[in-house]
Protein backbone atom coordinates (compact mmCIF):
# COMPACT_ATOMS: atom_id res chain seq x y z
CA UNK A 1 0.00 0.00 0.00
CA UNK A 2 1.57 2.92 -0.88
CA UNK A 3 2.40 6.19 1.12
CA UNK A 4 -0.37 9.04 1.55
CA UNK A 5 0.50 12.28 0.45
CA UNK A 6 1.07 15.00 3.24
CA UNK A 7 -1.45 17.63 2.12
CA UNK A 8 -0.85 20.04 5.18
CA UNK A 9 2.86 19.96 5.00
CA UNK A 10 2.35 20.84 1.47
CA UNK A 11 0.16 23.63 1.94
CA UNK A 12 2.22 25.07 5.01
CA UNK A 13 5.28 25.43 2.26
CA UNK A 14 3.57 26.47 -0.24
CA UNK A 15 1.88 29.23 2.13
CA UNK A 16 5.14 30.45 3.13
CA UNK A 17 6.58 30.61 -0.53
CA UNK A 18 10.40 29.91 -0.33
CA UNK A 19 12.32 27.90 -2.76
CA UNK A 20 12.95 24.56 -1.36
CA UNK A 21 16.55 25.25 -1.18
CA UNK A 22 15.75 28.66 1.17
CA UNK A 23 13.91 26.38 3.13
CA UNK A 24 16.60 23.48 3.78
CA UNK A 25 18.90 26.25 4.50
CA UNK A 26 16.65 28.08 7.04
CA UNK A 27 16.00 24.44 8.74
CA UNK A 28 19.20 23.29 9.04
CA UNK A 29 20.22 26.58 10.81
CA UNK A 30 17.50 25.76 13.24
CA UNK A 31 19.01 22.82 12.96
CA UNK A 32 21.96 24.02 14.63
CA UNK A 33 20.75 26.21 16.45
CA UNK A 34 19.51 23.21 18.68
CA UNK A 35 22.11 21.02 18.80
CA UNK A 36 20.95 18.66 15.83
CA UNK A 37 23.64 17.88 14.23
CA UNK A 38 21.83 14.50 13.40
CA UNK A 39 19.86 16.65 11.03
CA UNK A 40 23.00 18.41 9.24
CA UNK A 41 22.67 16.26 5.99
CA UNK A 42 18.98 17.16 5.26
CA UNK A 43 18.51 18.09 1.78
CA UNK A 44 15.88 19.29 -1.10
CA UNK A 45 14.83 15.51 -1.45
CA UNK A 46 14.34 15.06 2.68
CA UNK A 47 11.55 17.96 2.28
CA UNK A 48 9.96 16.02 -0.93
CA UNK A 49 10.03 12.69 0.60
CA UNK A 50 8.40 14.43 3.83
CA UNK A 51 5.83 15.80 1.02
CA UNK A 52 5.08 12.84 -0.25
CA UNK A 53 4.37 10.75 3.16
CA UNK A 54 7.45 9.70 4.56
CA UNK A 55 7.92 10.54 8.08
CA UNK A 56 10.61 12.39 9.41
CA UNK A 57 12.17 10.62 12.31
CA UNK A 58 13.56 11.67 15.45
CA UNK A 59 13.63 15.94 16.00
CA UNK A 60 13.20 16.88 12.49
CA UNK A 61 9.42 17.06 12.58
CA UNK A 62 10.12 19.86 15.56
CA UNK A 63 12.34 21.06 13.91
CA UNK A 64 10.69 21.74 10.46
CA UNK A 65 7.26 23.36 12.79
CA UNK A 66 9.85 25.85 14.46
CA UNK A 67 11.25 26.60 10.46
CA UNK A 68 8.34 27.48 9.54
CA UNK A 69 7.21 29.22 12.54
CA UNK A 70 9.64 31.25 12.25
CA UNK A 71 8.89 32.09 8.18
CA UNK A 72 5.66 33.16 8.67
CA UNK A 73 5.73 35.07 11.70
CA UNK A 74 2.85 32.63 13.97
CA UNK A 75 3.00 29.00 15.62
CA UNK A 76 2.88 26.37 13.44
CA UNK A 77 2.43 22.91 15.39
CA UNK A 78 2.74 19.28 14.38
CA UNK A 79 -0.38 18.84 14.07
CA UNK A 80 -0.57 21.99 11.18
CA UNK A 81 1.94 20.33 9.35
CA UNK A 82 0.90 16.72 9.34
CA UNK A 83 3.25 15.17 11.76
CA UNK A 84 1.49 15.00 15.14
CA UNK A 85 1.68 11.56 16.91
CA UNK A 86 -1.26 9.88 17.04
CA UNK A 87 -4.00 9.77 19.39
CA UNK A 88 -4.11 7.56 22.47
CA UNK A 89 -6.81 6.35 24.22
CA UNK A 90 -6.64 9.53 26.70
CA UNK A 91 -6.23 7.63 29.71
CA UNK A 92 -2.52 8.13 29.77
CA UNK A 93 -1.95 10.78 31.77
CA UNK A 94 -0.85 14.31 30.13
CA UNK A 95 3.55 14.68 30.01
CA UNK A 96 5.43 17.91 31.16
CA UNK A 97 6.45 19.73 27.60
CA UNK A 98 9.00 21.75 27.31
CA UNK A 99 7.50 23.79 24.08
CA UNK A 100 4.23 25.30 26.05
CA UNK A 101 3.60 27.42 23.54
CA UNK A 102 3.36 24.65 20.80
CA UNK A 103 1.16 23.10 23.30
CA UNK A 104 -1.06 25.86 23.93
CA UNK A 105 -1.67 25.44 20.24
CA UNK A 106 -1.88 22.40 19.77
CA UNK A 107 -4.78 21.82 23.01
CA UNK A 108 -6.65 24.64 21.78
CA UNK A 109 -7.17 23.18 18.47
CA UNK A 110 -8.29 19.66 20.44
CA UNK A 111 -10.44 21.79 22.31
CA UNK A 112 -12.24 23.78 19.75
CA UNK A 113 -12.55 20.75 17.29
CA UNK A 114 -15.93 18.98 18.94
CA UNK A 115 -15.22 15.96 17.72
CA UNK A 116 -12.02 15.57 19.62
CA UNK A 117 -13.23 17.08 22.38
CA UNK A 118 -16.22 14.27 22.71
CA UNK A 119 -13.44 11.38 22.33
CA UNK A 120 -11.42 13.51 24.90
CA UNK A 121 -14.10 14.22 27.34
CA UNK A 122 -15.29 10.10 26.78
CA UNK A 123 -12.15 8.77 28.06
CA UNK A 124 -11.34 7.90 31.38
CA UNK A 125 -9.58 10.83 33.84
CA UNK A 126 -6.19 9.96 35.04
CA UNK A 127 -3.03 11.92 36.71
CA UNK A 128 -2.10 8.44 38.45
CA UNK A 129 1.30 8.66 36.60
CA UNK A 130 1.44 11.73 36.61
CA UNK A 131 5.24 11.99 37.94
CA UNK A 132 5.59 16.36 38.95
CA UNK A 133 9.18 17.00 37.50
CA UNK A 134 12.14 17.89 39.75
CA UNK A 135 12.57 21.19 41.05
CA UNK A 136 15.63 21.63 39.11
CA UNK A 137 13.18 21.24 35.96
CA UNK A 138 10.98 24.13 37.95
CA UNK A 139 13.69 26.40 38.01
CA UNK A 140 14.78 25.98 34.33
CA UNK A 141 11.79 26.56 33.52
CA UNK A 142 11.42 30.17 32.97
CA UNK A 143 14.68 30.08 31.38
CA UNK A 144 13.72 28.18 28.56
CA UNK A 145 10.67 30.71 28.65
CA UNK A 146 13.10 33.56 28.51
CA UNK A 147 15.42 32.41 25.35
CA UNK A 148 12.50 30.93 23.01
CA UNK A 149 13.22 32.61 19.61
CA UNK A 150 10.26 35.06 19.01
CA UNK A 151 8.46 33.51 15.85
CA UNK A 152 6.59 37.21 15.42
CA UNK A 153 7.53 40.60 14.71
CA UNK A 154 4.83 42.40 17.48
CA UNK A 155 6.22 43.52 20.61
CA UNK A 156 4.90 42.75 23.49
CA UNK A 157 3.33 46.29 25.57
CA UNK A 158 2.30 46.43 29.12
CA UNK A 159 -1.04 47.53 27.45
CA UNK A 160 -1.25 43.69 25.48
CA UNK A 161 -0.75 42.15 29.37
CA UNK A 162 -3.66 44.40 30.64
CA UNK A 163 -5.55 43.09 27.90
CA UNK A 164 -5.22 39.94 28.63
CA UNK A 165 -5.90 40.51 32.11
CA UNK A 166 -9.31 42.19 31.27
CA UNK A 167 -11.01 39.21 29.30
CA UNK A 168 -9.40 37.05 31.59
CA UNK A 169 -11.36 38.64 34.06
CA UNK A 170 -14.74 38.66 32.30
CA UNK A 171 -14.54 35.17 31.21
CA UNK A 172 -13.78 34.19 35.40
CA UNK A 173 -16.92 36.16 36.31
CA UNK A 174 -18.96 34.73 33.50
CA UNK A 175 -17.96 31.08 34.66
CA UNK A 176 -19.07 32.00 38.30
CA UNK A 177 -22.55 32.82 36.79
CA UNK A 178 -23.07 30.35 34.02
CA UNK A 179 -21.04 27.49 34.52
CA UNK A 180 -18.20 26.32 32.10
CA UNK A 181 -20.33 24.89 29.20
CA UNK A 182 -21.29 26.37 26.22
CA UNK A 183 -20.55 29.49 23.72
CA UNK A 184 -18.07 31.23 26.66
CA UNK A 185 -15.57 28.49 27.03
CA UNK A 186 -15.14 28.15 23.30
CA UNK A 187 -15.06 31.95 23.20
CA UNK A 188 -12.27 31.68 26.46
CA UNK A 189 -9.93 28.59 24.20
CA UNK A 190 -10.46 30.63 20.90
CA UNK A 191 -8.80 33.66 22.64
CA UNK A 192 -6.17 32.08 24.48
CA UNK A 193 -5.26 30.03 21.06
CA UNK A 194 -4.92 32.99 18.76
CA UNK A 195 -4.34 36.07 20.21
CA UNK A 196 -2.64 35.14 23.59
CA UNK A 197 -0.20 32.79 21.82
CA UNK A 198 0.36 35.00 19.28
CA UNK A 199 1.65 37.20 22.21
CA UNK A 200 3.51 34.78 23.99
CA UNK A 201 5.16 34.07 20.20
CA UNK A 202 6.48 37.91 20.21
CA UNK A 203 9.11 40.00 21.33
CA UNK A 204 9.47 41.24 25.08
CA UNK A 205 11.33 44.34 25.72
CA UNK A 206 11.96 43.45 29.14
CA UNK A 207 11.77 40.30 31.95
CA UNK A 208 9.05 42.14 33.27
CA UNK A 209 6.73 42.21 30.50
CA UNK A 210 7.45 38.32 29.58
CA UNK A 211 6.81 37.49 33.08
CA UNK A 212 3.68 39.25 33.21
CA UNK A 213 2.37 38.00 29.80
CA UNK A 214 3.06 34.13 30.59
CA UNK A 215 1.58 34.68 33.97
CA UNK A 216 -1.40 35.90 32.42
CA UNK A 217 -1.58 33.37 29.54
CA UNK A 218 -1.46 30.65 32.08
CA UNK A 219 -4.08 32.12 34.47
CA UNK A 220 -6.56 32.19 31.32
CA UNK A 221 -5.08 28.41 30.54
CA UNK A 222 -6.07 27.49 34.31
CA UNK A 223 -9.11 29.11 33.79
CA UNK A 224 -9.75 26.85 29.88
CA UNK A 225 -8.86 23.87 32.73
CA UNK A 226 -11.56 24.75 35.11
CA UNK A 227 -14.54 25.32 32.76
CA UNK A 228 -13.18 21.86 31.12
CA UNK A 229 -13.81 20.49 34.80
CA UNK A 230 -17.21 22.23 35.30
CA UNK A 231 -18.74 20.86 31.98
CA UNK A 232 -16.92 17.63 32.74
CA UNK A 233 -14.49 17.12 30.28
CA UNK A 234 -11.73 15.86 32.96
CA UNK A 235 -9.43 14.59 30.54
CA UNK A 236 -9.60 17.74 28.38
CA UNK A 237 -9.36 19.55 32.00
CA UNK A 238 -6.21 18.26 33.31
CA UNK A 239 -4.17 18.96 29.73
CA UNK A 240 -5.75 22.36 30.25
CA UNK A 241 -4.16 22.25 34.35
CA UNK A 242 -0.57 20.88 33.27
CA UNK A 243 -0.05 23.71 30.56
CA UNK A 244 -1.21 26.31 32.97
CA UNK A 245 1.25 25.01 35.67
CA UNK A 246 4.25 25.08 33.12
CA UNK A 247 3.36 28.58 32.18
CA UNK A 248 2.96 29.72 35.93
CA UNK A 249 6.79 28.33 36.24
CA UNK A 250 7.70 30.16 33.50
CA UNK A 251 6.55 33.28 34.46
CA UNK A 252 8.27 32.13 38.12
CA UNK A 253 4.51 33.06 39.63
CA UNK A 254 4.81 30.17 42.32
CA UNK A 255 1.43 31.34 43.94
CA UNK A 256 -0.28 30.38 40.35
CA UNK A 257 1.48 27.01 40.38
CA UNK A 258 0.05 26.72 43.36
CA UNK A 259 -3.09 27.80 42.43
CA UNK A 260 -3.70 25.14 39.13
CA UNK A 261 -2.33 22.57 41.33
CA UNK A 262 -4.81 22.90 43.91
CA UNK A 263 -7.35 22.55 40.89
CA UNK A 264 -5.77 19.72 39.65
CA UNK A 265 -6.38 18.20 43.71
CA UNK A 266 -10.04 19.45 43.98
CA UNK A 267 -10.55 17.32 40.36
CA UNK A 268 -9.10 14.36 42.14
CA UNK A 269 -11.38 14.73 45.10
CA UNK A 270 -14.57 14.94 43.28
CA UNK A 271 -13.90 12.20 41.09
CA UNK A 272 -12.73 10.04 43.89
CA UNK A 273 -9.22 10.09 43.62
CA UNK A 274 -7.70 10.45 47.38
CA UNK A 275 -4.60 9.83 46.91
CA UNK A 276 -3.78 11.36 44.02
CA UNK A 277 -5.55 14.35 45.45
CA UNK A 278 -3.26 14.10 48.51
CA UNK A 279 0.00 14.36 46.16
CA UNK A 280 -1.31 17.28 44.00
CA UNK A 281 -2.32 19.26 47.39
CA UNK A 282 0.50 18.64 48.68
CA UNK A 283 2.54 19.88 45.60
CA UNK A 284 0.06 22.94 45.90
CA UNK A 285 1.63 24.16 49.25
CA UNK A 286 5.35 23.46 48.49
CA UNK A 287 8.13 25.67 48.70
CA UNK A 288 7.06 29.54 47.53
CA UNK A 289 3.64 28.51 46.00
CA UNK A 290 2.12 28.99 49.33
CA UNK A 291 4.66 31.10 51.50
CA UNK A 292 4.83 34.08 48.68
CA UNK A 293 0.90 33.67 48.42
CA UNK A 294 -1.91 36.14 49.49
CA UNK A 295 -3.52 35.36 52.62
CA UNK A 296 -6.77 34.60 50.66
CA UNK A 297 -5.16 31.96 48.33
CA UNK A 298 -3.39 30.38 51.29
CA UNK A 299 -6.86 29.81 52.53
CA UNK A 300 -8.12 28.27 48.89
CA UNK A 301 -4.94 25.83 48.57
CA UNK A 302 -5.18 24.91 52.31
CA UNK A 303 -8.89 24.19 52.24
CA UNK A 304 -8.62 21.94 49.19
CA UNK A 305 -5.58 20.14 51.05
CA UNK A 306 -7.73 19.59 53.83
CA UNK A 307 -10.80 18.31 51.49
CA UNK A 308 -8.11 15.53 49.96
CA UNK A 309 -7.18 14.80 53.68
CA UNK A 310 -10.59 14.10 54.61
CA UNK A 311 -11.10 12.34 51.50
CA UNK A 312 -8.35 10.27 51.95
CA UNK A 313 -9.41 9.40 55.80
CA UNK A 314 -6.16 10.91 57.35
CA UNK A 315 -9.20 12.64 59.97
CA UNK A 316 -6.00 14.54 62.16
CA UNK A 317 -4.22 16.13 59.67
CA UNK A 318 -7.49 17.11 57.30
CA UNK A 319 -8.80 19.05 60.60
CA UNK A 320 -5.42 21.03 61.44
CA UNK A 321 -5.46 22.13 57.62
CA UNK A 322 -8.79 23.49 58.47
CA UNK A 323 -7.70 25.30 60.73
CA UNK A 324 -4.96 26.49 59.17
CA UNK A 325 -7.04 27.98 56.42
CA UNK A 326 -9.94 29.20 58.45
CA UNK A 327 -6.56 31.28 60.26
CA UNK A 328 -5.10 32.46 56.30
CA UNK A 329 -8.78 33.74 55.41
CA UNK A 330 -9.45 35.60 58.81
CA UNK A 331 -5.87 37.79 57.49
CA UNK A 332 -7.05 38.04 54.30
CA UNK A 333 -7.70 42.11 53.59
CA UNK A 334 -8.44 42.42 50.58
CA UNK A 335 -5.30 44.53 49.30
CA UNK A 336 -3.92 45.19 46.35
CA UNK A 337 -1.38 42.29 47.06
CA UNK A 338 -4.66 40.36 45.93
CA UNK A 339 -4.29 38.58 42.78
CA UNK A 340 -7.81 38.83 41.06
CA UNK A 341 -8.11 35.01 40.38
CA UNK A 342 -9.08 34.83 44.38
CA UNK A 343 -11.80 37.52 44.02
CA UNK A 344 -14.66 34.83 44.39
CA UNK A 345 -12.99 33.16 47.77
CA UNK A 346 -14.35 34.33 50.88
CA UNK A 347 -17.02 33.23 53.73
CA UNK A 348 -19.40 31.74 51.82
CA UNK A 349 -16.44 29.50 49.90
CA UNK A 350 -14.22 28.54 53.03
CA UNK A 351 -17.83 27.50 54.54
CA UNK A 352 -18.57 25.68 51.28
CA UNK A 353 -15.45 23.31 51.45
CA UNK A 354 -15.13 23.10 55.22
CA UNK A 355 -19.17 21.28 54.90
CA UNK A 356 -17.69 19.20 52.26
CA UNK A 357 -14.59 18.34 54.00
CA UNK A 358 -16.79 17.73 57.14
CA UNK A 359 -19.53 15.65 55.54
CA UNK A 360 -16.39 13.02 54.11
CA UNK A 361 -15.33 12.78 57.77
CA UNK A 362 -18.89 11.61 58.44
CA UNK A 363 -19.87 14.77 60.42
CA UNK A 364 -23.48 15.41 59.03
CA UNK A 365 -24.54 17.79 61.36
CA UNK A 366 -21.45 20.03 61.39
CA UNK A 367 -21.29 19.80 57.70
CA UNK A 368 -25.28 20.72 57.78
CA UNK A 369 -24.21 24.10 59.38
CA UNK A 370 -21.49 24.76 57.12
CA UNK A 371 -23.55 24.39 54.16
CA UNK A 372 -26.47 26.54 55.64
CA UNK A 373 -23.73 29.41 56.64
CA UNK A 374 -22.05 29.10 53.09
CA UNK A 375 -25.80 29.71 51.49
CA UNK A 376 -26.55 32.57 53.65
CA UNK A 377 -22.93 34.16 53.02
CA UNK A 378 -22.98 33.92 49.38
CA UNK A 379 -23.38 37.07 47.04
CA UNK A 380 -25.83 36.63 44.24
CA UNK A 381 -22.97 36.33 41.11
CA UNK A 382 -22.06 33.33 42.49
CA UNK A 383 -25.44 30.93 41.01
CA UNK A 384 -23.54 28.48 40.01
CA UNK A 385 -22.07 27.30 43.10
CA UNK A 386 -25.23 28.33 45.50
CA UNK A 387 -26.50 25.67 43.41
CA UNK A 388 -24.06 23.12 44.13
CA UNK A 389 -24.10 23.97 47.75
CA UNK A 390 -27.64 23.94 48.33
CA UNK A 391 -27.45 20.02 46.55
CA UNK A 392 -25.00 19.61 49.17
CA UNK A 393 -26.84 20.66 51.83
CA UNK A 394 -29.90 19.08 50.84
CA UNK A 395 -27.97 15.34 50.31
CA UNK A 396 -26.96 16.00 54.55
CA UNK A 397 -29.95 16.32 55.27
CA UNK A 398 -31.71 13.56 53.70
CA UNK A 399 -28.57 11.73 54.96
CA UNK A 400 -30.16 12.10 58.71
CA UNK A 401 -33.41 11.55 57.40
CA UNK A 402 -34.91 14.85 56.81
CA UNK A 403 -36.85 14.62 53.94
CA UNK A 404 -39.18 17.43 54.10
CA UNK A 405 -36.21 19.86 54.53
CA UNK A 406 -34.44 18.35 51.46
CA UNK A 407 -36.88 18.67 49.14
CA UNK A 408 -37.45 22.54 49.86
CA UNK A 409 -33.76 22.67 49.43
CA UNK A 410 -33.30 20.91 46.54
CA UNK A 411 -36.25 23.19 45.08
CA UNK A 412 -34.50 25.85 45.73
CA UNK A 413 -31.18 24.63 44.14
CA UNK A 414 -33.04 23.99 41.06
CA UNK A 415 -34.70 27.68 41.33
CA UNK A 416 -30.83 28.47 41.62
CA UNK A 417 -29.64 26.59 38.52
CA UNK A 418 -31.88 28.63 36.07
CA UNK A 419 -29.36 29.91 33.17
CA UNK A 420 -26.24 27.65 34.13
CA UNK A 421 -24.52 25.20 32.11
CA UNK A 422 -22.77 23.09 34.06
CA UNK A 423 -21.52 19.51 34.25
CA UNK A 424 -21.54 19.95 38.69
CA UNK A 425 -24.76 21.28 38.57
CA UNK A 426 -26.13 18.64 36.39
CA UNK A 427 -24.25 15.63 38.44
CA UNK A 428 -26.24 17.60 41.35
CA UNK A 429 -29.76 16.82 39.70
CA UNK A 430 -28.56 13.38 39.36
CA UNK A 431 -27.72 13.00 42.64
CA UNK A 432 -30.90 14.39 44.10
CA UNK A 433 -32.85 11.56 41.82
CA UNK A 434 -30.65 8.91 43.06
CA UNK A 435 -31.51 10.05 46.39
CA UNK A 436 -34.78 10.02 46.39
CA UNK A 437 -35.49 6.96 44.47
CA UNK A 438 -36.40 5.13 47.76
CA UNK A 439 -39.12 7.56 47.85
CA UNK A 440 -40.23 8.56 44.68
CA UNK A 441 -43.72 5.70 44.59
CA UNK A 442 -45.03 8.25 47.35
CA UNK A 443 -47.19 11.16 46.01
CA UNK A 444 -46.16 14.91 47.35
CA UNK A 445 -43.47 16.63 47.47
CA UNK A 446 -40.72 13.92 46.32
CA UNK A 447 -42.78 13.14 43.62
CA UNK A 448 -43.36 16.27 42.38
CA UNK A 449 -39.56 17.05 42.73
CA UNK A 450 -38.17 14.15 41.02
CA UNK A 451 -40.88 14.92 38.02
CA UNK A 452 -39.19 18.62 38.19
CA UNK A 453 -35.71 17.02 37.99
CA UNK A 454 -36.45 14.47 35.13
CA UNK A 455 -37.35 17.47 33.57
CA UNK A 456 -34.03 19.69 33.92
CA UNK A 457 -31.83 16.43 33.06
CA UNK A 458 -34.63 15.93 30.01
CA UNK A 459 -35.48 12.30 30.73
CA UNK A 460 -38.50 10.79 29.91
Known amino acids: MGRTRNLRLEAVIHELGLPQERLVARFRAVAAENGATELAATNQSSIARWIAGTRPSGRAPAILAATLSRGLGRTVTLNDIGLAAEEGDGTRPPQWSTDTLTTLVDLGGTDLDMDRRRLLAGSA ?39 VTEMTTFFSRRDQQRGGRGAGRTALVAYLRTEVAAYLAGHFPSEEVRRSMTSAAGELAYLAGWTAFDAGEHPVAVRWFTLATQLAEEARDAPLAGHVMRAMAHQAVDLKQPGEAVRLAAASLEGKRYTNAS ?37 AGGGDDEPGRVWF ?28 RSVRTRRAQFQRTHSVTLGYLAEVQIQQGQLEAACGTWERALDAMAGVQSGRTRATVVQLRRSLSPFRSRAGAAADLDARARAVLHVG
Do not use: C, M, N
Open 125 to 163: YSVAGLALPSQAWWEAAAERARARTPVSQHTVTAQDVES
Open 295 to 331: WREKALIGVVHARALAADGRRKEAATALHRAEQDLSR
Open 345 to 372: FGEASLAHETGATLRDLGDLKAAEGEFR
